[in-house]
């Protein structure tokens, strides 16, 4: 069963793009649970994805809207990305 699971399991590396992409809602329902498990496993991809979360957070309080023509699609396009995260 371990082994098993040892191949199922995504790699750290996997994982992390996938975090990073924002690609994780994405992908399949079984991959996304074994990408959870593997974050529950690994301390390491556990803490990148709390990373994220915090630059995500820190992007976000502090946007500043900008008079720029097209700033708004590119700030919703970023929100968008990011709240996938």
């Given at each position: ?11 750290c ?15 399949p ?57």
């Amino acid at each position: 069963m371990m082994n098993l699971m040892a191949r199922l399991m995504p790699s750290c590396r996997e994982v992390t793009g996938l975090l990073a992409s924002g690609e994780l809602e994405s992908v399949p329902r079984m991959k996304r649970l074994l990408v959870r498990l593997h974050l529950s496993m690994c301390a390491h991809c556990s803490r990148f994805a709390r990373q994220l979360r915090v630059i995500s957070r820190a992007l976000r309080a502090a946007w500043v809207p900008s008079a720029a023509p097209g700033a708004d699609a590119l700030k919703s396009r970023i929100l968008e990305r990011l709240r996938s995260i």
